[in-house]
């Protein structure tokens, strides 16, 4: 069985890894990861990159890397109010690894829709060879539901362009909630887009802690439960189960296993880098198992390993990426 990854990032060219979270993820999830940390503080953007293409060109189960950057926070006027000097890639960094790396990488732009010029930016980077798009709307504080941005998801739509929506918690970036809502998906849908729900909008309460990790399904949050309907009931709608592997997510991955209905509308995806722990996790795997898992040496193999514990080889999550993907 091989498949792609419809969830990867890059991150931005002038990375430095100095927030607290990134020093964090370094000292413990570097290595396992295929980073080295010496490499990353010294050589931190390119050193990365190196790592993320080998990780692909050595993976047992990933033939293709979806990859994308995140597009700066700008006003009406197109005027630049934020940069995330870790996350905010930009679509020309893409295209140059894309452009020397074909054969592992699926290349997705990220055009903020209140870029005046955003409709000619579609234009260009799909000329370039760009196969969808990523919305982080809830950094940018992008409403989604607002009329004004209907000329963007109808030229997604004659493009056959697919669009990942972020949905559900955010904690590497700032993020107004109210735009992780799962509302955010409704306009692209009704218009036509193939849309993709990332995370699963699997949310969590901070006030409550032990819920964030509890397998309970009460406690996977009402979005969860909404878009496992939604998944039924629109044929352009699809979800991803990037992140999945996290402690907050991954107490789900038992109940959405059995959810066979919707199986043939997930999408894999991993959200490299963002780092978890197969052995101290939610999940209800055996310990034998977690250790055996987490001996996988390359960060791919070892998260599709996880996850066909729950689904099969055989299961269509592996296959799904062909009902909306030009490969």
Known sequence: MTTIDIHTHLLSSKVSFDRAFDKFAIK???????????????NPYES?????????????????????????????????????????????????????NKDEIIPFFSINPLRPNALDLIDYYYEKGFKGAK????????????????????????LNLPLIIHVG???????????????????????????????????YDGAHPFHAVSRNPKHFGDEYFKLLELLERHANLYADIS?????ARARALRHLSGQG????????????????????????????????LNRIQNPFD?????????????????SNHKKILDE
Not at 278 to 285: E, G, H, K, P, R
Request: with cysteine; glycine share 4%; aromatic share 14%.
């Open 48 to 100: 990365y990159v190196k790592a993320l293409i080998n990780n692909t060109k050595t993976s047992r189960y990933i033939d293709n890397i979806v990859i994308f950057g995140v597009d700066a926070k700008v006003n009406a006027q197109g005027e630049i109010l934020h940069i995330d000097k870790t996350v905010c890639a930009s679509n020309d960094d893409v295209l140059k690894i894309y452009e020397t």
């Open 243 to 247: 992140a999945i592997l996290t402690p």
């Open 28 to 42: 413990f999830f570097a290595k396992k990861f295929g980073l080295e940390p010496k490499e990353l503080f010294k």
């Open 169 to 203: 918690n955010e904690n590497t970036i700032s993020s107004k909630r109210e735009f992780e809502s799962i509302k955010m998906l409704f306009n692209p849908v009704q218009i036509g887009v193939n849309t993709i729900c990332a995370h699963m909008a699997i949310r």
């Open 261 to 292: 209905q919707i199986h043939g509308k997930l999408l894999y995806g991993s959200d490299f880098p963002v780092p978890y722990s197969l052995i101290l996790n939610s999940y209800d795997l055996k310990l034998k198992k977690r250790f055996e």
């Open 135 to 158: 919305f982080l709307q809830n950094y940018w504080e992008v409403d989604t539901t607002q009329d004004r941005f209907t000329p963007y998801f109808e030229k997604l739509k004659k």
């Open 302 to 318: 070892r998260g599709v390993s996880a996850v066909m514990e729950y689904f099969g080889a055989d299961n269509q999550i592996w």
